[in-house]
């Protein structure tokens, strides 16, 4: 997937990325061709307006024009509206209810769009993750689709309820939930007919199937393949049924990919898996950056992001080197220092920046309720305390202490291990060899 539009992709984004200065008309072009690009891929017109605004928005900035390197600045941007356009980053697929209950998923989508296939290949998964699920035949409308899950089931070793002759699938549906609480299967999964095209009659049996066992998950199964036509489709769904998630299959096949782009930004559901081929584990959460990576053409382009990223780091250590060799580190510096970790994680890379941190703070002795402490302290603290640790004496203290829910005992402890990064600080602020570790650590 993708294939054409990522080459065009790619082309634009190399075409700007070269350039030491872009102009705001340089963006404009390259706008408007990602535009060409994005409807030519097949993707809803209103998710590509609102995409060009948005990205226009930011793109003709000062913050962009004026940085060190526009075209990385605008790959950047372009990128991170795509991963907004995907979705949330952080994807939790399936949300079911504990091991010790039954929870229900019901799969919805046209005929053809990969239901039965989906619903094994969620069986499947869930049973190597140590869950007990149990698969319903309710589509009574295909002659051979009971068979065609039974076939399925018996492949992955995941039992299927199926009832001879049954006509009426939401009895088959409720019938089954009793099946489940009784045998305690904790997943029910329940695969229903689809039709060539919607019809009122198709969307009251599944609406009827859905009142009648209550789902956790009411996913939808579109087909990559079928274009602007499932995003139709699935709003229609979302209408009489309600969407909890949307299943891509047919992601392996060939096709433009402009409905991906457009169903999570249409349709407000997060897509949670892409169906990757026909066998039982081809199934793959769905990460919003990973494919805007894809789109955007893949390696070089993504390395290009990467380093529009690490210029901001760049700048931040260039900005701290200065501090350091001036000696004006104060505890403001400190609290961004404390913010900014939180948002890396890293604890090892952080510690290196800090200057005079190590040696001095060790890995243990930073903990997360250790930081939020010292955090509250700071920030109970007026601007001109942070910038003058000196001037703290103990009325204030005894203040701090108390707007920050700690102890003097606390704002002491603090004050001290910073006087002693301080101290460090001078002693490093001179020393070339230290320095320049610091900078080959920033990649620099
Ligand atoms: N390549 C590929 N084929 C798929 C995928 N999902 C389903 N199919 C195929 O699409 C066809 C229709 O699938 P099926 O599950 O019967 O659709 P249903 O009518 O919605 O139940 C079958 O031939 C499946 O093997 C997928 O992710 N990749
Ligand atoms: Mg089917």
Do not use: C, W
Not at 105 to 116: E, I
Not at 312 to 334: C, G, H, R, V
Not at 358 to 385: F, L, P, W, Y
């Amino acid at each position: 997937m993708f294939d054409s539009i990522s080459a065009q992709f790619g082309k634009i984004v190399r075409s700007l990325s070269g350039k030491s200065k872009i102009t705001e008309k340089n963006i404009q072009d390259a706008v408007e061709e990602i535009k060409v690009a994005l409807l030519e891929a097949d993707v809803n017109l209103r998710v590509v307006r609102r995409f060009v605004n948005r990205t226009m928005e930011e793109a003709t900035g000062e913050k962009v024009l004026q940085s060190v390197d526009p075209g990385q600045q605008f790959v950047k941007i372009v990128y991170d509206k795509m991963v907004q356009l995907l979705g949330d980053v952080d994807n939790q697929g399936l949300i079911l209810k504990g091991p010790d209950t039954t929870s229900v998923v019901l799969m919805m989508g046209l005929q053809g769009s990969g239901k039965t296939t989906t619903a094994a290949k969620l069986a499947y998964r869930l049973k190597k993750q140590g869950r007990r699920p149990l698969l319903v035949a309710a589509d009574l409308v295909r002659p051979a689709a009971v068979l065609q899950l039974q076939v399925l089931g018996e492949k992955i070793g995941v039992p299927v309820y199926a009832e001879e002759h049954a006509k009426n699938p939401v009895s088959v549906a409720k019938n089954s939930l009793a099946k489940a609480k009784k045998e305690q299967f904790d997943v029910l999964i329940v695969d229903t007919s689809g039709r060539m095209h919607l019809d009122e009659m198709m969307m009251d049996e599944i609406h009827n199937v859905s009142s009648a066992i209550n789902p956790d998950e009411r996913l939808f199964v579109a087909d990559a393949m079928t274009g602007q036509n499932a995003v139709t489709i699935a709003q229609e769904f979302e209408e009489k049924v309600g969407i909890t998630g949307v299943i891509l299959s047919k992601f392996d096949s060939d096709t433009r990919g402009g409905a991906a782009l457009s169903l999570r930004s249409i349709v407000g559901k997060p897509i949670k898996f892409i169906g990757v081929g026909e066998k039982p584990e081809d199934l793959d959460p769905f990460y919003p950056d990973r494919i805007a990576s894809r789109i955007l053409g893949m390696g070089d382009v993504v390395s290009l992001v990467e380093k529009a990223q690490e210029t901001i780091d760049i700048k931040e250590a260039e900005k701290m080197q200065e501090k350091m060799s001036k000696a004006t580190f104060d505890l403001q510096d400190y609290l961004d220092q404390l913010d900014r970790m939180n948002k890396m994680g890293s604890v090892e890379k952080l510690l290196e920046m800090i200057p005079g941190a190590k040696g001095n703070v060790s890995e243990d002795d930073i903990d997360t309720a250790e930081m939020n402490r010292e955090k509250a302290i700071i920030q109970s603290m007026t601007m001109t305390e942070r910038q003058n640790p000196y001037m703290i004496g103990p009325t204030r203290k005894k203040r701090v202490a108390n707007g920050s829910g700690t102890t003097v005992y606390d704002v002491n402890r603090l004050l001290k291990k910073f006087e002693k990064m301080r101290l460090a600080m001078k002693k490093f602020a001179k020393n070339k060899k230290y320095q320049a570790s610091m900078l080959k650590h920033m990649g620099m």
